[in-house]
């Protein structure tokens, strides 16, 4: 087998899978998806014959690679011992982002908790008044604001993703924004309550950071709630990842910016939100495997209680894709995969149950 990724490329055999270059948007959205079969763009038997992936071959290039090493996440090894369900490891750009989200985060902190020029750069802002300044965007403004509020966006994503769900037969959409929005409340919340700062609006001394005064304003709730809401919505896309990257980063950047302008936080509250939310987005692959066993379980629950048979259980050589990666590849290969009348699988694949 020969792989080229972003122009490299490595021999195993008779069969070659092409990859474009890695583009830093799936990266920072999904990073397991860029080593799926989402990338193979080309697939040929004997060398020199090679044919673009379409929905009649999409399927022996899943099951014409070698045994040994299995596109995907193997549920059973060659020797049909059920393996650890686990990603490929984060990328070394993942991992860099990461780190200089975490660094950035830090100076923001730190630069309010020792009243540095960060405060400083907060009264200035502040004393602008761009709502009194700009008097004319104030009803506009009180309207967009309500995208960055957990409840209402909350609300409008989950319509999305019960449709997603439903379309893919997988729990996995909803239980990804649980996991984000889980993890979005224990990191920022925490913080707010430690660090106790009031708002412009409260401030009681001019040039104090207004810190341990019982306020809540610390990161910007609007701002993180906007990043990771709107970032989840893209991290799940299958299509246009990258227009919804973009949206995303639209609605964080103008959510944060309007609270500046309504004088609800500090520009350092939303320098903060923005950094919590990305590292909310960046950790979340690492929880996809506890997301993928319990979308399993739920599923067999729900088989269970219908008096639906358990599938079988995969050869050693099948494909291992989870329910929602199986319809997630399918869709892009324009096979169906979730459509609601599709045909059958054969037992091989660990499809999206009918």
């Not at 092409?18 to 080309?42: G, M, N, W």
């Not at 500046?260 to 929880?287: C, E, K, N, Q, R």
Request: glycine share 10%.
């Amino acid at each position: 087998m020969e792989t080229r990724v972003g122009g490299n490329s490595h021999r195993a055999g008779m069969i070659l899978v092409t990859f474009p270059p890695v583009h830093l948007a799936d990266l920072l959205l999904y990073p397991p998806l860029t080593q799926s079969i989402r990338s193979h763009r080309h697939y040929e038997g004997p060398v020199g014959h090679e044919r673009s992936v379409t929905g009649c071959n999409v399927k022996g290039v899943r099951t014409q690679t070698n045994d040994a090493a299995p596109l995907g996440r193997p549920d059973q090894d060659v020797a049909g011992r059920p393996q650890e369900r686990r990603w490929p490891p984060l990328t070394r750009t993942h991992k860099v982002l990461f780190g200089a989200v975490i660094v950035l985060y830090a100076v923001v902190v730190v630069g309010v908790l020792t009243n540095s020029w960060m405060v400083a750069l907060d009264w200035d802002t502040m004393l602008v008044r761009p709502y009194k300044r700009w008097p004319q965007l104030l009803p506009y403004l009180n309207v967009w604001i309500v995208a960055g509020q957990r409840g209402p966006s909350a609300i409008v994503a989950c319509v999305w993703l019960v449709w997603r769900s439903h379309r893919a037969r997988s729990m996995r959409p909803l239980l990804v924004m649980a996991t984000a929005l889980l993890l979005l409340n224990m990191t920022v919340g925490a913080v707010k309550i430690v660090t106790g700062r009031l708002g412009p609006h409260y401030a009681h001394y001019l040039g104090s950071p207004e810190l341990f005064a019982g306020g809540q304003i610390f990161p910007s709730g609007h701002t993180a709630n906007s990043v990771v809401t709107w970032g989840v919505l893209a991290y799940l896309a299958v299509r246009f990842r990258r227009t919804g990257a973009l949206v995303a980063a639209f609605t964080a950047a103008s959510i944060g910016l309007t609270t500046v302008y309504l004088g609800t936080h500090w520009i350092s509250d939303v320098f903060a939100g923005w950094t919590a939310g990305v590292l909310v987005l960046l950790v979340l692959p690492l929880f996809e495997p506890v997301i993928a066993s319990v979308d399993d379980r739920i599923r067999q629950l729900w088989q269970g209680r219908r008096g639906a048979p358990q599938p079988a259980p995969a050869p050693a050589a099948a494909s291992g894709w989870s329910g929602w990666d199986q319809a997630v590849q399918d869709e892009l290969a324009g096979v169906g995969g979730f459509s609601d009348d599709q045909p059958e699988r054969p037992t091989g694949h660990r499809g999206v149950p009918g």
